[in-house]
Protein backbone atom coordinates (compact mmCIF):
# COMPACT_ATOMS: atom_id res chain seq x y z
CA UNK A 1 0.00 0.00 0.00
CA UNK A 2 2.67 2.32 1.28
CA UNK A 3 4.46 1.37 -2.28
CA UNK A 4 1.14 2.85 -3.69
CA UNK A 5 1.12 5.99 -2.47
CA UNK A 6 4.43 6.76 -2.95
CA UNK A 7 3.90 5.98 -6.83
CA UNK A 8 0.95 7.89 -7.36
CA UNK A 9 2.88 11.23 -5.34
CA UNK A 10 5.62 11.13 -7.72
CA UNK A 11 3.05 10.59 -10.94
CA UNK A 12 1.49 13.61 -9.52
CA UNK A 13 4.22 15.69 -8.86
CA UNK A 14 5.82 14.72 -12.86
CA UNK A 15 2.86 15.87 -14.05
CA UNK A 16 3.13 19.45 -13.01
CA UNK A 17 4.98 21.03 -16.63
CA UNK A 18 8.07 23.19 -15.80
CA UNK A 19 8.54 26.66 -15.39
CA UNK A 20 9.68 28.44 -17.57
CA UNK A 21 12.99 29.90 -16.53
CA UNK A 22 13.43 33.50 -17.49
CA UNK A 23 16.82 35.36 -18.41
CA UNK A 24 15.83 38.82 -19.29
CA UNK A 25 17.32 42.30 -19.70
CA UNK A 26 15.36 45.46 -19.75
CA UNK A 27 16.84 48.83 -20.41
CA UNK A 28 15.55 52.49 -20.27
CA UNK A 29 16.38 55.56 -21.64
CA UNK A 30 15.93 59.20 -21.82
CA UNK A 31 17.31 62.27 -21.50
CA UNK A 32 17.02 62.40 -17.45
CA UNK A 33 17.90 58.59 -16.83
CA UNK A 34 19.33 55.59 -18.13
CA UNK A 35 18.99 51.99 -16.26
CA UNK A 36 18.79 48.46 -16.75
CA UNK A 37 16.86 46.23 -15.41
CA UNK A 38 17.95 42.12 -14.47
CA UNK A 39 15.17 39.42 -14.46
CA UNK A 40 16.39 35.61 -14.12
CA UNK A 41 13.22 33.85 -12.52
CA UNK A 42 14.06 34.19 -8.84
CA UNK A 43 12.73 36.57 -6.84
CA UNK A 44 15.57 39.38 -7.00
CA UNK A 45 15.44 42.33 -9.48
CA UNK A 46 18.20 43.22 -10.42
CA UNK A 47 18.63 47.23 -11.30
CA UNK A 48 21.58 48.86 -13.12
CA UNK A 49 22.12 52.84 -12.84
CA UNK A 50 24.37 53.81 -16.23
CA UNK A 51 23.20 57.88 -15.73
CA UNK A 52 26.79 58.51 -14.98
CA UNK A 53 30.01 57.92 -15.69
CA UNK A 54 30.29 54.66 -13.35
CA UNK A 55 27.64 52.48 -13.57
CA UNK A 56 25.57 51.41 -10.17
CA UNK A 57 24.42 47.86 -9.39
CA UNK A 58 21.75 47.33 -7.07
CA UNK A 59 18.67 44.44 -5.70
CA UNK A 60 15.55 44.46 -4.47
CA UNK A 61 13.38 41.64 -3.66
CA UNK A 62 10.24 41.24 -5.62
CA UNK A 63 7.35 40.15 -3.85
CA UNK A 64 4.72 36.76 -5.35
CA UNK A 65 2.91 39.10 -7.05
CA UNK A 66 5.54 40.98 -8.79
CA UNK A 67 7.14 38.00 -9.30
CA UNK A 68 4.20 35.97 -11.23
CA UNK A 69 3.03 39.61 -13.08
CA UNK A 70 6.73 39.83 -14.51
CA UNK A 71 6.71 36.08 -15.43
CA UNK A 72 3.08 35.64 -16.68
CA UNK A 73 3.89 39.11 -19.15
CA UNK A 74 7.02 36.98 -20.60
CA UNK A 75 5.78 33.89 -20.95
CA UNK A 76 2.85 35.08 -23.26
CA UNK A 77 4.70 38.07 -25.11
CA UNK A 78 5.63 37.48 -28.66
CA UNK A 79 8.41 39.36 -30.28
CA UNK A 80 8.02 40.91 -33.47
CA UNK A 81 10.59 40.20 -36.67
CA UNK A 82 11.97 43.83 -36.57
CA UNK A 83 14.42 44.00 -33.87
CA UNK A 84 13.65 48.06 -33.96
CA UNK A 85 11.49 50.25 -34.42
CA UNK A 86 12.37 54.25 -33.97
CA UNK A 87 10.14 57.29 -34.92
CA UNK A 88 12.25 59.17 -37.81
CA UNK A 89 11.59 62.83 -36.27
CA UNK A 90 12.12 62.14 -32.85
CA UNK A 91 15.88 62.44 -31.38
CA UNK A 92 15.39 62.67 -27.97
CA UNK A 93 12.33 60.84 -25.64
CA UNK A 94 11.65 57.07 -24.41
CA UNK A 95 13.94 54.30 -25.27
CA UNK A 96 12.81 50.93 -24.15
CA UNK A 97 15.31 48.07 -25.46
CA UNK A 98 14.23 44.38 -24.30
CA UNK A 99 16.41 40.94 -24.16
CA UNK A 100 14.86 38.29 -23.46
CA UNK A 101 17.40 34.70 -23.54
CA UNK A 102 16.32 31.16 -23.30
CA UNK A 103 18.44 27.62 -24.29
CA UNK A 104 18.15 28.19 -28.23
CA UNK A 105 17.61 31.67 -29.21
CA UNK A 106 17.67 35.46 -28.27
CA UNK A 107 14.90 38.01 -28.39
CA UNK A 108 15.51 41.59 -29.16
CA UNK A 109 13.74 44.63 -29.44
CA UNK A 110 14.43 48.40 -29.67
CA UNK A 111 11.64 50.92 -29.25
CA UNK A 112 11.71 54.11 -29.24
CA UNK A 113 9.59 57.76 -29.40
CA UNK A 114 6.32 55.82 -29.58
CA UNK A 115 7.02 53.49 -32.22
CA UNK A 116 6.92 50.04 -32.18
CA UNK A 117 4.36 47.07 -30.59
CA UNK A 118 2.21 48.45 -27.77
CA UNK A 119 2.72 45.40 -25.52
CA UNK A 120 5.90 46.59 -25.26
CA UNK A 121 5.74 49.91 -24.09
CA UNK A 122 2.97 48.61 -21.37
CA UNK A 123 5.75 46.08 -20.24
CA UNK A 124 7.69 48.56 -19.86
CA UNK A 125 5.71 51.02 -17.98
CA UNK A 126 4.74 47.36 -15.78
CA UNK A 127 8.60 47.21 -15.05
CA UNK A 128 8.80 50.86 -14.18
CA UNK A 129 5.60 50.93 -11.56
CA UNK A 130 6.89 47.41 -10.30
CA UNK A 131 10.22 49.23 -9.33
CA UNK A 132 8.84 52.31 -7.45
CA UNK A 133 7.19 50.17 -5.14
CA UNK A 134 10.65 48.46 -4.35
CA UNK A 135 13.61 48.77 -1.86
CA UNK A 136 16.48 48.48 -3.70
CA UNK A 137 20.30 47.96 -1.53
CA UNK A 138 23.34 48.75 -3.43
CA UNK A 139 25.63 45.67 -4.75
CA UNK A 140 29.15 44.92 -6.46
CA UNK A 141 27.59 42.39 -8.82
CA UNK A 142 28.54 42.29 -12.04
CA UNK A 143 25.41 42.42 -14.49
CA UNK A 144 26.99 40.80 -18.23
CA UNK A 145 25.44 44.07 -20.28
CA UNK A 146 27.06 43.62 -23.76
CA UNK A 147 24.26 42.19 -25.41
CA UNK A 148 22.25 44.86 -25.10
CA UNK A 149 24.40 47.00 -25.13
CA UNK A 150 25.08 46.73 -28.64
CA UNK A 151 21.73 47.06 -29.85
CA UNK A 152 21.55 50.39 -27.46
CA UNK A 153 25.00 52.31 -27.69
CA UNK A 154 26.19 54.43 -30.61
CA UNK A 155 28.98 53.52 -32.41
CA UNK A 156 31.85 56.23 -32.15
CA UNK A 157 32.36 57.44 -35.54
CA UNK A 158 36.53 56.47 -36.30
CA UNK A 159 38.66 59.26 -35.65
CA UNK A 160 39.66 61.35 -38.26
CA UNK A 161 42.60 64.09 -39.11
CA UNK A 162 41.67 66.88 -41.36
CA UNK A 163 45.08 68.14 -43.33
CA UNK A 164 44.68 71.97 -43.13
CA UNK A 165 48.04 72.34 -44.55
CA UNK A 166 47.16 72.55 -48.23
Not at 33 to 41: G, T
Not at 106 to 122: C, D, Q, T, V
Request: glycine share 4%; aromatic share 10%; hydrophobic share 40%.
Amino acid sequence: MKICVIILVLILLGCNSPKKKHDFIFFKWNIQESSYLKFNSSDTLYCVDAYGIKKQTSFAILNKDQKERIEAILDTITFPKNETFEDSGIDDGQTYAFLLRDISKSNKLKIHGSAGPKRFWYLGEVLEKITLDLQFTKTNKKIDLREIDKMVKMELPPLFVIDTLQ
